[in-house]
């Protein structure tokens, strides 16, 4: 072991103890761990943007470029520009360029895979679940075949039913003012039930997750104690 | 002017009207009343000389020692003096109203010149020149006054912006704030006449009068000269002092002053507005007081709970990480979407090109790894082109860390960081679509990725991360095989992803990182940590269910009490 590797173990090992002591509630060790971290990452992320944003795609063009392609360099030095001299007051409506400018990319391009890449696939995934040519060579017998394509139509059915908040247009009491069809208050009682075994599959994964690390701490701090002291 | 007034509206009739002609009413036995407004306080003339002639009962007396002091406050009514000498014609009546022996005085002034002496004919005389003067003089010097008052409550509102609406014009109607300081002068005024009546009848301000005529007689006061009226001596303590406070002198002729308090602007305030105003008050008062730090108290016993379950579930994990025997992995159904990625693993065509994303947290990678390096070592050969993109910040140094573990002899391509995943995605997958080529564009000082790449292996550990990866992917690029090597979980949420066909093959969490690792390469790091993965969770469930269980019965006992 070198000493690199010793110093950057020990405090290895000290930052895992202070987090842990959160476990007997809030304390001073827990709060300095959690400073450091959060100071380090703001740090490593500058450090990241610095040299994996800026230099590549601004900088280096712009000092080793040609003119054409300095030229190019001219429409993001002006976002940038109108994005700082937005933080004056007077000024803050330059800002909203840019970033309506992010904001319309992001959107058609979350929107687009949105569209393409989830609903189109996903609805059409449930469709061909009733494909018969999946029954015959099929390694699964065919009633799981049925009851997978039954659940997933009737979950996707009844989930959407459950934020389905519609009313009659021309409602014939005041009751029907309030409350949704019946056919969808019944389907909503069945998506509550898939959003709860969803929701419960997602707690669960995250207590393993939790489970999981906890466990590799222990492993790291056995094997720093075994190595200070067992010498090995 | 005398009117009836109806009793129902209050409306004015005529003498002779039987019914109100307003509402109506009957008028029948109601008595006739003087008609409001005519006797404003504001319009009686303000006759200081009737009010100096208050002094002359002293001085009479002084004269008369012998009668008694109840016939003496008789004469004391302010219109008798004034309307003795005013109003001859009421003369006999008024002779009836004086006392006998003032009478007599007057008998005998009249008939015999020198009966009363010299100093009553001074008094008579005296008396006569002082009202008329006096009169005329004070009535002019309170024009005067009351115009100087008008003209410094103008000023005065202006300055104060407040609301009061002044005219300005001789006709203006009576304010408020007329009648308030009408009613101060008058109370000052009459503190003084009070405080005089109760005095002594040596001390009677009568004296007063006998010493002034004294001057009057030796040069040393003129007629025109009133009785300064010496607030310190008159008027009560606090009076004075709101005088010396607020008050100020004001000329009233001749070089003479009088005190007079300025009028403070009236706020014309209604009783919701004072009510939102207290209510206002009150607020600001209330988060202006000083409150103790209320700190929440946990019992000892919640703390000593903590202890004891974080010393059971450490304890056990270790107990079991280090002094436990090897387990083995039970041989189960493989799930479809790991037979998927083994047969990628174990498949050896194709597989000279690979792209990693890397789209995990620090904390996550001891799971991820646990996850992905079973596949990796077994997919991966040497000679094989890695390509490696991130869209967590942390990814260069997670990357370095995995590859490390994999082989050291990978031809890897650094192709950066992208901050959002859905915009890495689409810029990588799109440069082998037929995009628009432009002119002199700079070209990335990053080594592109050389497509196409024989599979796309992402590893995540958050469900929007991934899915970013995917949609994009999957939708420019639909042929290209993608598997996901994820934490437990992000899994269940992108299980539609490969339902659907868009993603390959996947493996999440510990479970399923077990069985494959166990299928791939036998034992290895993932069955060390199983046992205590087992007993980690188990202890989770029950301190779940103890909880649930125990505040269950704590909210049924908290609810049977409000219910009782």
């Known amino acids: ?232 | 002017m005398t009117v009836l007034i109806c009793p129902e509206c209050g409306a004015e009739n005529p003498l002779e009207a039987e019914s109100c002609r307003e509402c109506g009413a009957s008028l029948v036995n109601i008595l006739p009343s003087e008609k409001p407004g005519e006797d404003f306080p504001g319009d009686e003339p303000f006759d200081f000389a009737s009010q100096d002639a208050n002094d002359l009962p002293g001085l009479l007396q002084s004269l008369k020692q012998e009668d008694d002091l109840s016939t003496l406050d008789e004469t004391q009514e302010p219109s008798e003096p004034d309307g003795s000498e005013e109003a001859p014609s009421e003369e006999p009546q008024e002779q009836d109203a004086l006392p006998e022996w003032l009478r007599r005085i007057r008998q005998r002034a009249q008939e015999e010149e020198d009966s009363v002496g010299e100093i009553t004919q001074k008094i008579a005389a005296a008396k006569d020149t002082l009202a008329d003067d006096k009169q005329g003089q004070q009535h002019e010097n309170f024009s005067a006054w009351l115009e100087s008052v008008q003209k410094e409550e103008k000023q005065k509102s202006i300055e104060d912006t407040t609301e009061v609406e002044i005219d300005g014009e001789g006709d203006r109607e009576p304010q408020p704030g007329d009648e308030d300081w009408l009613k101060r002068i008058r109370k000052i005024k009459g503190d003084t006449f009070e405080e005089e009546e109760t005095l002594s009848p040596e001390d009677q301000a009568g004296d007063s009068l006998l010493q002034w005529l004294v001057a009057l007689e030796s040069g040393q006061a003129t007629a025109q000269e009133i009785p300064e009226v010496d607030s310190d001596e008159t008027a009560p303590e606090g009076d004075t002092q709101a005088q010396k406070a607020e008050g100020e002198e004001i000329g009233i002729g001749d070089g003479d002053t009088m005190p007079v308090s300025l009028i403070e602007p009236v706020l014309d305030v209604s009783r919701e507005e004072q009510e939102l105003a207290d209510k206002l008050r009150s607020t600001i008062a209330d988060e202006k007081t000083a409150r103790p730090e209320r700190t929440r108290e946990e019992p000892a016993a919640h703390w000593v709970v903590l202890l004891i379950l974080a010393v059971l579930l450490i304890g056990s994990l270790s107990l079991s990480l280090f002094f436990g025997n090897q387990v083995r992995m039970p041989q189960g159904t493989v799930l479809p979407q790991n037979e998927a990625v083994l047969d990628w693993a174990e498949d050896s065509e194709d597989k000279t090109a690979v792209l990693l994303i890397f789209e995990y947290a620090a904390g996550y990678a001891n799971e991820v790894e646990r996850v992905a390096l079973p596949v990796l070592q077994q997919a991966i050969q040497p000679g094989t082109t890695i390509g490696m993109a991130y869209s967590n910040p942390s990814g260069l140094l997670l990357s370095e860390r995995l590859i490390d573990q994999v082989d050291d002899y990978l031809k890897l391509t650094d192709l950066g960081y992208y901050p959002t995943a859905a915009l890495g995605a689409y810029g990588l997958t799109d440069q082998t679509a037929a995009g628009w080529e432009f002119i002199d564009y700079p070209e990335s000082k990053k080594p592109l990725p050389e497509w196409p790449f024989s599979a796309v292996v992402i590893l995540s550990n958050s469900y929007e991360g991934a899915a970013g990866w995917v949609e994009q992917m999957s939708a420019l690029d639909p042929d290209r095989p993608i598997y996901l090597l994820v934490t437990a979980q992000a899994g269940p949420l992108l299980q539609p992803y490969y339902q659907s066909g868009q993603v390959a093959g996947m493996v999440s969490g510990m479970t399923e990182a077990a069985v494959v690792e166990t299928l791939l390469a036998g034992e290895g790091q993932a069955l060390v940590r199983w046992r205590s993965y087992q007993i980690g969770v188990l202890i989770c469930l029950i301190v779940i269910v103890i909880g649930v269980i125990l505040n269950g019965s704590e909210l049924s006992t908290n609810e049977r009490r409000v219910r009782s």
């Open chain 1, 1 to 232: 072991m070198t000493l690199s590797t010793l110093a950057w173990g020990v405090i290895g090992l000290v930052l895992t103890v202070m987090v842990l002591s959160y476990l007997i509630g809030d304390n001073v060790f827990f709060r300095i761990a959690a400073h450091v971290f959060v100071g380090l990452t703001a740090g490593y992320f500058a450090v990241i943007i610095l040299y994996q944003i800026v230099w590549p795609y601004l900088i280096s063009p712009l000092i080793n470029g040609t003119w054409g392609e300095r030229l190019w360099m001219i429409a993001p030095l002006v976002l940038i520009l109108l994005l700082v001299i937005s933080q004056f007051p007077k000024l803050i409506k330059l800002g909203t360029i840019p970033l309506a400018y992010l904001a319309g990319l992001t959107a058609a391009l979350v929107i687009g895979g949105a569209v393409f890449g989830t609903l189109i696939p996903q609805s059409r995934a449930v469709v061909e679940a009733f494909d018969p040519n999946r029954l015959s060579p099929s390694a699964n017998p065919s009633w799981r075949v049925i009851a997978d394509a039954g659940v997933m139509l009737i979950g996707t059915v009844a989930t959407l039913s459950y934020f389905h908040f519609g009313r009659k247009s021309q409602p014939a009491d005041d009751l029907e003012k309030t409350e949704r069809p019946k056919v969808f208050e019944v389907l909503s009682k069945v998506g509550q039930l898939f959003i709860g075994v969803t929701l419960g599959g997602i707690f669960t994964g995250i207590f393993s997750s939790a489970v999981l690390a906890l466990i590799d701490r222990l492993i790291f701090m056995g094997g720093m104690i075994s190595q200070l002291f067992g010498g090995g």
